[in-house]
């Protein structure tokens, strides 16, 4: 199950308890930065809108993450 752990400046920064994605919105979706440590590294973007689903935005990310 995904969980939605913050929301701070059009960010989201969802789990699935193995692993945390930060969602930073981009021009035409958002940027994908992954949680190492305690740092996050960019690892690619999604083309979403804020109206995607949690659920969705996770998949979309997980499949395109390089």
């Known amino acids: 199950m995904i969980k939605n752990i913050g929301i701070?400046?059009?960010?989201r920064i969802l789990t699935d308890g193995k692993r945390?994605?930060?969602f930073e919105k981009h021009d035409q979706g958002y940027?994908?930065?992954?949680l190492k440590g305690n740092t996050y590294y960019r690892c690619g973007?999604?083309?979403?809108?804020?109206?995607?689903?949690?659920?969705?935005?996770?998949?979309?990310?997980?499949d395109d993450l390089y």
């Open 20 to 22: 945390t994605i930060k």
């Open 31 to 34: 940027q994908i930065w992954e």
């Open 8 to 11: 701070e400046n059009g960010e």
């Open 45 to 62: 973007i999604v083309n979403a809108d804020e109206e995607t689903e949690n659920e969705d935005l996770w998949n979309m990310a997980t």
